[in-house]
């Protein structure tokens, strides 16, 4: 990073390196987020009504097993027939009927309001998610228990990381000695260490009022926070295939009357829980997610909630998933789009890779997924940062890389603005004509260098010679360094009273705020 | 690599292994060249004749400069303007005349003719070009001078990568002794190497007849060569801004005379000698190359030709180039919108990174752009691996995990298929109402397995424990070692009788057909 110094208003390469140091507003962002996609259309729109009718027709005929007696209650109360064979079979004109009434546009507040999301149209947002159980040392390449300090310095770093706009806990916190200790300190280590919006899951149902006690005390209040309902429900409520999971719907139905917004998930993988076709993965998906939209709709009308077909793939060979290929790619670009078909907030998993560590492989495979995903105009992209291994480990320099790396895929979402102005040729003609015979000095080259271009922070753009003499810097090495950096400043997101009040109130995994020689 | 095996038709794991031991029939693979692309359009129509209507202006208003004497006769003859300033400038009229006698579909033979290429609609292709002064070492990172050794080992190992689909010179032989001895060695160093189309540029028009004896020599006669042209010229016949080449354009009008493709290509640098602002970077490179069509078809109308708009982009902080930047990307893609605008063949670069190294920043840049320009429906997507330090450095061990990544790519250029059978929802059923509860043993899942994923080569899918079990084997250790394995081996493609007679008639340089102990 430079130091910002006073922009001048001379050409030349001074200039060039007076803009690029001056701080940017943030209107003049190369990138932002909620920027919209959605050029990119995987399927055509007779696919799309292919697949939004086979759902349907799986909702009649298969329908979903195992809801929890309140859930038949409810199901059954809005419309749905209940078989003999326990089965809950949703009527396509119910599942119309809930379609309209919900919600189209999902605001996710932040406890900090400049990092609030409004999920619409085809706006994109990256976030992390996953529930790896390993930090991967990206030095030695040991795989270890993943902590609650280490969601604590995964979401400080979210907290200074620009194009990484929600933080859902992308691991466990294995320390926790029971499943209450683990969603509550999963939900404290994650407030306290960002600002942005929370994403998190409660094991079960009778955590949530524990954790929401804690949740309040934040807030402020129980009305601030219906207000402003900075942490949303990730709820698996569904097992695939089509099965829900009785004690998810469980916390459903507790988030839902918390006021929290939900992420309706359904995390099948093709080949083993979801049929191995891709296109019927998708079908099998958005089945399952319309059963949690009929669900929600029916308990509270419009009630904030999120899309979240997340179907995975299988490594057919082994029956183990892999999250990095081209083909979930696919599947989740195929699911953005279903989501625009419903005009619905979705969010789908991108950004995974397969390989062990930050290397070349984890590059393209983090990439591909990631842009195919903002293309389609995805709204909310989860898992998009520093998962490895098919989600089995965390890589805090992977987050940081992958920070760039998302800045470049926001950069290709945002896409190329064609306008009357800018495919005028008065500047060709100047440069061409009378000019100097390149546009290096353009007054709009200087203009637009910040705004039409964005610079990565840590990927290397010297030439070799000016590598070679800086030592032929390794590009996990610079991850590392700005790791070590951030985490060695305190970044504590509670106010020292607040803190206090939660020591006092709860049982809480201590947390290191600065680390000293990492 | 599996050792192909017999398969069986049991269920269950010992099918699944038999299954994708087998070889697969060339109709059942997942990935193919020439897979059609196009569903990601990052301009709109309106953006597109906007584009369009701009680079008419341009070459009305501005034109060309420095045509050579034979290139002013040809263009002045069919109806362009010869300026008091010089500059030729072509009426919109002129170039419809010209677009409408141009090639739709151009073939690209290959030696071996099951590697020909056809270049129509949005089929897309990947392969090498560039022209790289130095061979990255992945284990020092030291950059030396590339050789013409160097050329033939990197068209050896193209030979044997199924996702690499024709082989553009990567990099230039430094070790020949003038220009002659280059453009000659590379074309003998690239034709020795492997059977797929070449593309190859010349330097001087001079130069033309010398290699013209070599490629009949191989070919088998001139009318060989015409009848199945498996050279194609990479012309950059434009200086940009707006000018002519004069050597190139020499070289061009020698090319169309042999019955050569040609590569009509624009090689602007967007903020430096293009536009900075990445729309009119697009008008720029249309116009240069609109008037390659006029000048290429005004002398044998329909002659195959390739709409080679490759703008690149500048670091604005550096004015140096990024060939790993998002708004590479964007250039890239948008140029494959105007190819299909235009109905004709068109290639332009991707795959590019600014990375030193093959690590995590190559991994995403490469993929980024790759996988852009495959949706985008670009025909041919050059320097799509290998390509390190914004162009200078190649990278042997990139080159063969890149043939991973681009089989990914493929893969999602490919799409899903959402047909009515693989939108049934039998199998669902099935295996929900009836059934186990999951597919992993399905009939449906064998059977698609190799059809629907493609599996990687070198790229590890391993879980952790196993990883740590086979020793954390570590990607780039992987990719030397298929690097090893292949240059290990004999893999010259020209007969002993007519090496003898090359090597008779001609000044070559000597190539090792071994690599022992690398």
């Not at 079979?89 to 309209?100: D, F, S």
Request: with cysteine; proline share 6%.
């Amino acid at each position: 990073m430079e130091t910002p110094r006073k922009a001048r208003r001379s050409g030349g390469r001074a200039a060039r390196v007076a803009a690029r140091t001056a701080p940017l507003e943030a209107a003049k962002r190369p990138v932002w987020p909620g920027i919209p996609g959605g050029q990119y259309s995987p399927l055509s729109e007779t696919e799309v009504a292919r697949v939004h009718a086979a759902a349907l027709d799986a909702l009649e005929q298969i329908g979903m097993a195992k809801a929890p007696p309140s859930g038949v209650d409810i199901l059954t109360g809005a419309g749905c027939a209940l078989g003999l064979d326990g089965r809950i079979r949703i009527p396509r004109t119910l599942v119309a009927e809930m379609l309209e009434k919900a919600a189209k546009t999902v605001i996710l507040p932040a406890r900090d309001p400049q990092f609030d999301i409004e999920l619409s149209g085809r706006r994109v947002h990256f976030g992390t998610a996953g529930a790896a159980v390993s930090i991967v040392d990206s030095q030695t390449g040991a795989y270890r228990d993943s902590t609650t300090q280490d969601l604590y310095d995964a979401a400080r770093l979210v907290q200074t990381l620009d194009n990484v706009h929600f933080f859902q806990r992308p691991l466990v916190c294995r320390d926790a000695k029971d499943n209450f200790a683990l969603d509550f300190n999963t939900l404290y280590a994650s407030l306290a260490g960002t600002t942005k919006h929370i994403g998190t899951s409660f094991i079960e149902a009778e955590n949530l009022d524990g954790c929401l006690k804690l949740i309040h005390a934040v807030a402020g209040g129980q009305e601030a926070f219906r207000a402003r309902p900075f942490v949303s429900n990730t709820n698996t409520f569904v097992v695939p295939p089509m099965t829900f999971a009785e004690e998810s719907c469980q916390v459903l139905e507790g988030a839902v009357r918390a006021g929290m917004p939900v992420l309706l998930l359904s995390a099948g993988q093709a080949g083993a829980t979801a049929p191995a076709p891709l296109a019927t993965a998708v079908v099998q998906a958005v089945a399952e997610v319309l059963a949690g939209v009929v669900y929600v709709n029916a308990i509270s009308p419009g009630h904030p909630a999120i899309f979240g077909t997340w179907p995975f793939v299988s490594d057919l060979r082994t029956g183990s998933m892999s999250g990095g290929s081209g083909e979930q790619a696919l599947l989740t670009a195929a699911c953005a789009q279903m989501h625009r078909f419903y005009g619905l907030p979705g969010g789908a998993a991108a950004g995974m890779t397969d390989a062990k560590l930050p290397d070349m492989q984890a590059g393209w495979e983090q990439a591909i997924s990631n842009v195919m995903a903002g293309l389609a105009g995805l709204n909310m992209v989860y898992e998009s940062v520093g998962m490895h291994a098919s989600l089995l480990g965390f890589s805090m320099e992977s987050l940081v890389l992958g920070n760039d790396m998302l800045g470049q895929v926001q950069r290709c979402v945002r896409g190329i603005e064609v306008t009357e102005e800018n495919t005028s040729i008065e500047v060709m003609k100047s440069v061409c004509l009378d000019g100097p015979g390149h546009y290096l000095g353009a007054e709009q080259t200087l203009r637009i260098m910040q705004s039409e271009y964005i610079y990565p922070a840590l990927a290397n753009r010297s030439s070799p010679k000016e590598w070679v003499e800086k030592g032929r810097p390794i590009l996990l090495d610079s991850a590392r360094a700005r790791v070590r950096e951030v985490l060695a400043q305190d970044g504590h997101q509670f106010a020292p009273d607040l803190q206090a009040q939660l020591e006092a109130a709860f049982d809480l995994i201590p947390l290191k705020r600065i680390h000293e020689g990492l």
